[in-house]
């Protein structure tokens, strides 16, 4: 258990705290429940731009970072396909500086055309630096454009392209500010060496007066079901070839979610997993070979993303992946692989309960979906299904005609093979 | 109505005070160091040695790293898949350690499950069977890898300023090849198990563990046998010349390194160093990034640090930048160390500074669990944890004259290498 108390600002604002008397240190985490689903196809990458704006100065808080770090802090952010998370870690005494600051910029922030201009800089170098100038770093743009038609987890949270990034003007940039930043839309956990009455008092002295803003309805965009295999092959510049296949599967909270979670547990987690011992020590092809589901809010993607060695092919690849999942759909699972995953499941909540910021994000994550304590129920619950459950949801999700597969070759292949081997 | 224009009232956190981990020594004479964590469910255990660096030749620089990374693959009783699942069924793991100075395993479980996974733990001290078929695919794997770090501008710029301030015939600015991979033997590993991997082992333990509990772990490693001579790497011997530059047309952005060899974090001229790099690039609101990211928008990130590699230490400089202006990013790098050098911190940004270097102080002191790494990282240059309580003091008190004069004097504009891929 994380233990928490909870309650919510008149404004909607909901507030977590964990308290923690271990530590002299604070950490203040403001979730905002937007995110790259929330952006237009024409206009991607806005919300992961728009966190770094958020540093770009307030009304009454010129420099940001700059004052965090004078009251002993620091801070960042990330942004996802559902929320954008920033926090601040200081020591637990200067507590109320993260009020100050993170409440004038929710109320007033500057959007400075200087900062506009400088960060658009930035996030295009952020762009190339991990997207983009990186090999295989561009594999995930071709995934999820290859699964998903409609539904905006089609681009990545960065983007689709830099032009995407070169084109927002300081109207979008507003309207997204005032559409998304009010505090109906946001969830604060503080942690650490906090009292809950303080944080009640400063929670509403901080944000008490900050008005609730119309949150615009969600796209409720639906990904139409796909109905026949696709795939596509990538030609660039790597050593070796990899594979991605990916497999729609439920959202974070629907039925069939935890199945596909718990089977990925089985395929891959560990050294002693089948992806690993059978496919990447079992045989001369594969280099490396995870499987993971990407765990969205919406209905997302189980992925099976692997490296293959120097002059093996992802398609001789595959058809090895595609004999493995088969044994798979069709054995019983052994009772040995469920006690492991669960004795992996027991350890995982100590490793993660480690650091306060952890608890902190996680708390704000789950609050988010709706129940902080589903951080632990989600495990106790994913840990209950059975074998049977298992092997249903292995035969629906895990189908060809419900995959996608990315064939990323390495650019010297395609000297031998002169056709053109684009295909969508 | 409430008055946002003003701030609260910032305090300076009450000093901490620091427990040093507790020494044990087991019959045999190896120290152990024990930090408590009570109420935390996880337990790591680590055994660090000495690299063994005598007959060094660039052609078996890697026997270390695949010797130690084929421990896992077998031990007498225990295959390869039978190992991997026995640490996997206890969810706990094993992580190897090939530094260029030091080498060792680390064991991370749960108090539950210690008693369980320590003796096959220490059993891969002695009984590895090092198979000849993993050691093929470990072979291969590393040869990809190795492709893809080459490929890699970043990874390939850290390369360089390692070949450039160490040298590349010295094991620190030793680069990896593919045909060094090819060169590695089975005999060769089982040659190194034998003679070179326990040397004068140190045992750290971080976890909620009773006295019995500890006396076990000793017992354990009681009758690990182990020799005490070593040889360190020899003399370094840098690049002579400025810049090394690897043209890559076709990359999109360019990596930049600056490096220059400093000073051990005994020598009394390390505080004001550090605080000096601190200010330049060693966080947010630094000089640099202030100026490349901040102003200019180059790049997503640019730092500067103080490392070590043994008793060597170093400072560095890194970003990869907006292509065509890696030379004016260098440039900007030399302006800012004059600056720094020739006016001393004064005003709000000195006590920002004193600020944030006080709270990052406290952060990273705050998780008991954590405070291993922090202790390895002093001791294995002879120091103690005094050296922390040493730091908060100068971080309260430092002289910002100093901390230019000190900075000005190691961080010369001459004396620092050049490293740009990408161009």
């Known amino acids: 258990m994380i233990d928490f108390q909870a309650f919510t600002l008149d404004n909607g604002l909901e507030v977590l705290v964990h308290e923690d ?158 559409s998304y930043y009010g505090p109906n839309n946001a969830i604060l956990v503080v ?56 497999f729609h599967i439920p959202g974070r909270l629907m039925p069939g979610y935890l199945e596909c979670d718990l089977i990925t547990d089985l395929l891959s987690f560990g050294r002693s997993a089948p992806l690993e011992q059978k496919l990447v020590k079992g045989t001369d092809v594969f280099a490396t070979c995870q499987g993971y589901v990407m765990g969205n809010v919406d209905p997302n993607l189980l992925v099976i993303s692997a490296k293959m060695e120097r002059g093996r092919e992802a398609e001789e690849a595959e058809e090895l992946l595609n004999k493995l999942l088969l044994d798979f759909k069709c054995q ?49 619950k994913k840990l209950g299904i059975s074998r049977d459950a298992i092997q249903t949801s292995a035969n629906r999700y895990l189908d060809e005609n419900n995959a996608s597969t990315v064939y990323y070759k390495a650019a010297s292949a395609l000297d031998k093979t002169s056709t053109n081997q684009y295909q969508a | 109505m409430l008055d946002r224009s003003i701030g609260p009232e910032l305090k300076v956190p009450d000093p901490i005070s620091l427990k040093a981990p507790i020494k044990r020594t087991l019959k045999t004479g190896v120290p152990l160091y024990f930090i408590p964590t009570p109420g935390i469910k996880a337990i790591k255990c680590e055994v660090i040695m000495p690299l063994h660096n005598s007959s060094y030749v660039a052609e078996d620089a890697l026997v270390p790293f695949f010797t130690l990374n084929m421990l896992l693959e077998g031990i007498k009783g225990m295959n390869s898949s039978e190992l991997d699942d026995f640490f996997d069924y206890y969810a706990s793991e094993v992580e190897v350690h090939v530094g ?120 354990t490693f009681e009758d690990l046998p182990f020799r005490d001579n070593y040889q360190r790497a020899g003399e370094i011997n840098p690049f002579p010349g400025k810049r090394m530059i690897e043209p890559r047309p076709q990359a999109m952005q360019e990596s930049m390194r600056l490096g220059v060899l400093a000073l051990p974090k005994s020598h009394p001229d390390y505080f004001p160093l550090w605080v000096f790099n601190t200010t330049y690039g060693g966080y947010f609101g630094s000089r640099i ?22 008793k060597n230490d170093y400072w560095m400089v890194m970003a990869d930048v907006k292509k065509g202006h890696a030379e004016e990013v260098i440039a900007e790098c030399y302006k800012e160390l004059k600056i720094l050098a020739n006016t001393p911190l004064y005003g709000e940004e000195l006590e920002t500074l004193r600020n944030y270097m006080t ?64 161009s």
């Open chain 1, 21 to 178: 008397e271990g530590t002299e240190m604070a950490v203040f985490n403001m979730l905002y429940k937007v995110g790259s689903k929330n952006e237009t196809p024409d206009k991607t990458g806005l919300a992961h731009y728009f966190e770094h704006l958020m540093f770009g100065g307030s009304k009454n808080v010129s420099d940001f970072d700059r004052v965090v770090e004078k009251a002993g802090g620091e801070c960042n952010a990330f942004t996802n396909t559902d929320i954008t998370n920033y926090y601040i870690q200081l020591p637990a005494i200067n507590l109320e500086t993260a009020f100050w600051v993170e409440s004038d910029r929710m109320l007033a922030l500057n959007l400075k055309d200087s900062t506009i201009e400088t960060q658009r800089e930035v996030v295009i170098e952020e762009f190339k630096q991990r997207y983009l100038n990186q090999p295989y770093g561009d594999i995930m743009h071709h995934v999820r454009d290859l699964a998903f038609t409609t539904h905006p987890y089609r681009w990545p949270t960065i983007g689709k392209e830099i032009a995407h990034i070169e084109n927002f003007n300081s109207q979008d940039i507003r309207e997204f500010f005032h």
């Open chain 2, 359 to 422: 709270g990052s102080f406290l952060s990273e002191f705050s998780s008991a669990f954590d405070l291993m790494g922090k202790f390895k990282r002093v001791h294995h240059q002879g120091l103690d944890f005094d050296f922390y309580n040493k730091q908060l003091q100068y971080i309260k008190t430092f002289d910002p004259e100093e901390v230019s004069t000190v900075g000005g004097k190691y961080l010369q504009e001459n004396r620092i290498k050049e490293v740009i891929v990408g």
């Open chain 1, 332 to 380: 019983e699972v052994p009772q040995h692989a469920i006690e492991k995953v669960k004795h992996q499941a027991e350890a995982m909540k100590a490793y993660e309960s480690l650091h306060l910021l952890n608890r902190a994000m996680k708390l704000a994550y789950f609050a988010q979906l709706g129940n902080p304590n589903y951080y632990w129920e989600e495990s106790d």
């Open chain 1, 191 to 246: 942690a650490g060496k906090v009292k809950t009455a303080e944080i009640e008092k400063l929670a509403s002295k901080w944000f008490g007066d900050i008005p609730a803003r119309p949150i615009p309805t969600p796209f409720a965009t639906v990904e139409p079901p796909q109905l026949v295999k696709r795939s596509k092959k990538i030609y660039a510049d790597v050593p070796s070839d990899a594979l991605y296949k990916v």
């Open chain 2, 289 to 310: 990034i202030k100026n490349i990211r901040e102003d200019k928008g180059y790049t997503y990130g640019i730092y500067s640090f103080l490392s070590s590699i043994s």
């Open chain 2, 100 to 219: 260029h100075d030091r080498q060792g395993l680390s064991l991370l479980s749960t108090k539950k499950r210690f008693d369980n996974v320590l003796p096959v733990f220490r059993a891969l001290f002695t009984e590895a069977t090092l198979p000849p078929k993993e050691l093929k695919k470990r072979k291969s794997q590393k040869k990809l890898g190795i492709a893809l770090q080459r490929e890699q501008a970043s990874g390939r710029a850290n390369q360089l300023i390692r070949q450039a301030l160490f040298g590349e015939n010295h094991p620190f600015g030793y680069t990896a090849t593919e045909a060094h991979v090819d060169g590695i033997s089975a005999d060769k590993i089982r040659a190194y198990y034998q003679d070179h991997f326990r040397i004068l082992p140190e045992i750290f333990v971080t976890g909620d563990l009773e006295e019995e509990e500890l006396q076990t772990l000793e017992k």
